[in-house]
């Protein structure tokens, strides 16, 4: 099982940016997945998840309205879209299928002007 995170980097406050992660090892399509941030000094948080099908989404209350999960099973890849970003936001974001385990490198995300 493979977790490999994409598209983190620096932008301003208000700005955006789409991360990706892409999958190899399980059916892709089977798992629900999730995406997980974690600041420096800060416990590991949930972000988002996404049902196997995409058609369940969830958030956490600080990022809803701003941030969009999606995923395309033919690419085993799910998403993140994150719109508005502001310097909490900062972080390392991770992806994982949370009934399978593990995790990958990561993607940082600085958000600062």
């Known amino acids: 099982v493979q977790f490999v995170e994409s598209g983190g980097g620096l932008v301003q406050p208000g700005g955006s940016l789409r991360l990706s992660c892409t999958t190899s090892?399980?059916?892709?399509?089977?798992?629900?997945m999730r995406w997980y941030r974690q600041a420096p000094g800060k416990e590991r948080e949930i972000v988002a998840s996404i049902g196997g099908t995409g058609g369940t989404k969830n958030y956490a209350d600080l990022v809803k309205g701003r941030f969009t999960i999606s995923r395309d099973n033919a690419k085993n890849t799910v998403y993140l879209q994150m719109n508005s970003l502001k310097p909490e936001d900062t972080a390392v974001y991770y992806c994982?299928?949370?009934?399978?385990?593990?995790w990958g490198q990561g993607t940082q995300v600085t958000v600062s002007s």
């Open positions: 090892g399980f059916t892709f399509s089977s798992y629900n």
């Open positions: 994982t299928a949370p009934t399978l385990g593990g």
